[in-house]
């Protein structure tokens, strides 16, 4: 149980929403109300002794739908740039060294209310602005069971953030990162796989229209050398750029990474 009275368990429900088992205790029940919700699957009911009431089905439009109604307050705005309620977010993200310049270059906002309170939300979205998803973070150090990233339900984690920039064709070379916060500093020439790059994110880097630098976190050079090694075999002009240990695209100087970019543009 956590410090606010919640015990978290696998999901019994993320099955019955069409989705994969829950293997990471996504369900959060509070013993004294018998109120239960899934950040996962987002089933929620409550609890009584003859067992549980859930909501009913969710009809499968609306449970393959990527639900974007959030609350979301763009932080460059002239009206939130000095919004009191959105300072901790403000002043997380300058901590990173990422500036209003950034927020209005990748949109970035805040919730503070809703779900996702308490986190800054980088929108995901398609060449003609449209999101298809967002990435959530915690702006202050959660719970231990809670996550510091969340996504919405069913987003496609197979996509890249920023995945457009591949399909232009250029020689200038586009920066392939973990995390969207680290692509913040060098938009609009990077992509983010959201974590370590899958199999699917693979195959959309091999169809790249234009050279790749490949600059995971610090932790992961030898993985980051041997996606460029297989994308060179693979006929696309690919290199990695070795981060030093425990650093990462954000916490290094930009000017690193960006010199990079140039030196490898014709």
Same mark, same amino acid.
């Given at each position: 149980?956590n ?16 989705m994969?088992?829950d ?7 509070r013993?004294?109300?018998?109120g239960?919700k899934?950040? @996962? ?5 409550r609890?009584?002794r003859a ?5 009913p089905?969710?009809p499968?439009?609306?449970r393959?739908?990527v @639900? ?12 939130n ?5 959105l300072?901790?977010a403000?002043e997380f993200?300058?901590?990173r ?7 209005r ?26 999101w298809w998803g967002?990435t ?7 719970d231990?069971?809670?996550?510091? *990233? ?15 920039a ?5 020689p200038?070379?586009?920066? *392939? *990162?973990e995390g969207c ?6 938009l609009p020439?990077?992509v983010?796989c959201l974590?370590?790059p899958?199999?699917?994110?693979y ?8 050279p790749?630098?490949i ?5 992961a050079?030898?993985e ?21 240990p425990?650093e ?12 990079e970019?140039? @030196?490898r543009?014709?």
């Open positions: 149980m410090s606010a009275g919640w015990v978290r368990v696998h999901c019994p429900l993320c099955e019955r929403n069409g994969t088992p293997r990471r205790a996504s369900l959060g029940y013993p004294e109300t018998g239960f899934c950040f @996962r699957c987002e089933a929620h009911g609890v009584h067992g549980y009431v859930a909501p089905p969710t499968p439009s609306e393959d739908k @639900r974007l109604d959030i609350d979301f307050n763009p932080l460059h705005t002239d009206e740039i000095n919004a009191i309620s300072a901790p403000r993200l300058i901590k060294g990422i500036t209003r310049e950034h927020w270059a990748a949109n970035i906002g805040a919730a503070v209310s809703g779900y996702y309170a308490g986190r800054v939300i980088v929108p995901h979205v398609e060449s003609f602005g449209k967002f959530a973070r915690c702006w202050t150090q959660p231990e069971d809670v996550p510091k *990233v969340l996504y919405p339900a069913n987003m496609d984690r197979e996509r890249l953030y920023n995945e457009h591949l399909d232009i064709s250029t200038r070379p586009c920066l *392939v *990162v916060l680290d692509a913040a500093w060098y020439d990077v983010a974590g370590k899958t199999a699917a994110h195959e959309k880097l091999r169809a790249a229209q234009r790749l630098i600059a995971l976190d610090g932790d050079w030898e980051g050398d041997m996606l460029a090694f297989r994308l060179r075999f693979d006929g696309v002009n690919a290199r990695a750029f070795r981060l030093p425990g990462d695209p954000n916490s290094i100087n930009p000017n690193t990474l960006r010199e970019l140039e @030196r543009t014709p």
